[in-house]
C-alpha cells in the first residue's frame, strides 16, 4: 500500500460551492431580476394606464395611493387592489385612443 496520503480540504468544498453557483445562476440571480423588474413596473403605474391583475382582471387605472390602485374594469365597476397583485401593464389608454 502507498503511504498515507493527506487530500487538501480544497477538493472536498469543490462539490458544494459548484452546486452553490449552479443554483445562484439558474435559480437566485433570474429571481431577483424578475423582482426588479415588477418593482419598477410598479414604480412607474400612473392613471389611464391599462392593467392586468395577477388574477387575471383587466381594467384602466383612474386612481393611485399609497399601497392601492384603483382599477376601471367596466363603466360603473371600480375595484381597488394592491398596487402588489398588478401582473402587467398593457398600455396607456391615451395610447391607445390615438392609435
Not at 19 to 27: E, G, P, R
Not at 76 to 97: F, L, P, Y
Amino acid at each position: 500500500m502507498p503511504p498515507d496520503q493527506t487530500v487538501n480540504p480544497i477538493v472536498h468544498l469543490l462539490p458544494p460551492i459548484l452546486i452553490f453557483m449552479i443554483f445562484y445562476f439558474l435559480l437566485i440571480k433570474p429571481q431577483k431580476e424578475k423582482q426588479n423588474q415588477q418593482k419598477q413596473m410598479l414604480s412607474h403605474l400612473k392613471k389611464n394606464d391599462q392593467v392586468v391583475t395577477s388574477s387575471g382582471i383587466h381594467g384602466t387605472i383612474v386612481n393611485l395611493k399609497d399601497t392601492t390602485v384603483v382599477i376601471r374594469i367596466d363603466d360603473n365597476a371600480r375595484i381597488e387592489v394592491d398596487k402588489e397583485a398588478i401582473a402587467t401593464i398593457k398600455g396607456s389608454a391615451e395610447k391607445t385612443a390615438s392609435a
